[in-house]
């Protein structure tokens, strides 16, 4: 409880410091656009993203065992602890295989006796017969035989003994598909899925059927992100995250991220990373997939360059990307000149793909009195501005972050 307590007050003073940005310098109204000039200043940076939230720890339970389902003991929702009884399989053919091993290895048993009495009786009467050899006048080819019993004994009671090493293991195994009849839970916590009632069919043999899905305790809550490559490296395991549940009317949540996983997930030109926050509390309000909002909270930049954070988020009415500047032909673009909305919307997306894959930011700066789009590297933002790489815009630009009302 003291990290706990340690990290919100940490939070806390993160967000309180977050008004000690400088204030928004004044707009300008320049060809009805309200602009800003870039400048240098300090950037308390939060990465803003969203998430859904899930339970800490899933597990799938299913069967290792094909029968029928004689009983059901829970319900969805319901608690459980670990090792509870979820379910149990008809145990009958199952018990009578166990029966069957057992007589099958008394048999093997009696049989290992029976070989062996053998045995012996033979290497009796073969010790006699060689103690008197000299005196009897046999055949050499009994003593042969005599011989060759004892050998043909020894390798029957051999392959006794395998075969009794082979029904202790059977019976061992057909023991455990027994105890695989009784369904438990693996861990603590409530019933997230239940896929099964008494007298379904379960058949083990073709899939490993999804009978549970038992949850973990629904107050150790955590949620799923997935974020950008543009901001990723921005991220580090440890830092805060200050959580607002969309379906939850109240304040912020407080968490920390705990994980970020390296596997990119690409859905066409965008690539993201997921990541896992886990909530510092919880309550009976939040459920799994509710949606949530987050801001990564991180550390602040002092004096980069920095332009309103409302500069990204601002798109002309009327812009459309010139095809030249996309590198673009007309036969590269599956929209005619006179399907204007289209056009637009693809041009402007792919515009858009381009900076992306430079792990670039639009905005849109004024030239000659019109809008013209450029790509800036972000490296810091805050809720009221961004930090950008120098090298992109040079400082005192005016960037558009809004059109004049009336325009």
Do not use: W
Request: neutral net charge.
């Amino acid at each position: 409880m003291t990290s706990v307590r340690i990290l919100l007050l940490v939070v806390i003073g993160i967000l309180s410091g977050c008004n000690a940005e400088h204030q928004v310098p004044v707009a300008k109204i320049n060809y009805g656009y309200i602009t800003y000039k870039s400048e240098i200043g300090d950037v308390k940076e939060i990465i803003p993203s969203r998430g859904i939230l899930d339970v800490k720890e899933q597990v799938v339970v299913g069967s290792e065992v094909s029968g029928n389902i004689t009983k059901v003991y829970v319900k969805i929702d319901q608690k459980v602890k670990k090792g509870d009884l979820l379910a149990t399989i008809d145990p009958e053919p199952f018990e009578a295989a166990v029966n069957q091993s057992l007589a099958d290895l008394q048999i093997s048993q009696a049989v290992i006796e029976l070989l062996s009495a053998e045995l012996n009786k033979i290497e009796l009467q073969y010790e006699r017969r060689n103690s008197v050899a000299d005196k009897l006048d046999e055949p050499l080819e009994v003593m042969d035989n005599l011989q060759f019993d004892v050998v043909a004994g020894k390798a029957r009671i051999k392959s006794a003994k395998a075969r009794l090493t082979k029904d202790r293991a059977q019976l061992q195994a057909r023991k455990f598909d027994l105890k695989k009849t009784k369904i438990s839970s693996p861990i603590s916590g409530f019933v997230f899925k239940k896929n099964i009632k008494e007298g379904s069919n379960i058949n083990a043999r073709l899939s490993s059927p999804e009978l549970f899905v038992i949850a973990s305790d629904i107050h150790e809550m955590q949620i799923i992100a997935n974020v950008s490559e543009l901001d990723i490296n921005r991220l580090f395991v440890g830092m805060a995250v200050r959580v607002r549940i969309d379906a939850v009317r109240r304040g912020y949540y407080f968490g920390k991220l705990t994980k970020i996983e390296k596997l990119p997930t690409k859905r066409g030109n965008f690539v993201t990373y997921r990541t896992i926050i886990s909530l510092l509390e919880a309550n009976n309000n939040l459920l799994p997939g509710m949606t949530a909002s987050l801001e990564f909270i991180g550390v602040e930049q002092t004096s980069i360059p920095r332009i309103p954070i409302d500069a990204l988020y601002y798109t002309p009415d009327n812009y459309v990307p010139d095809i030249r500047s996309l590198g673009l032909t007309e036969d590269e673009i599956p929209f005619r000149e006179d399907d204007k909305h289209n056009r637009k919307v693809f041009l402007n997306g792919y515009e858009f793909g381009l900076y992306n894959f430079k792990k670039q930011r639009r905005i849109f700066i004024l030239k000659d009195g019109m809008p013209l789009s450029v790509g800036i590297r972000v490296i810091a933002e805050s809720e009221n501005y961004v930090g950008y790489i120098q090298e992109d815009l040079d400082l005192g630009t005016p960037v558009i972050t809004d059109r004049k009302i009336g325009e």
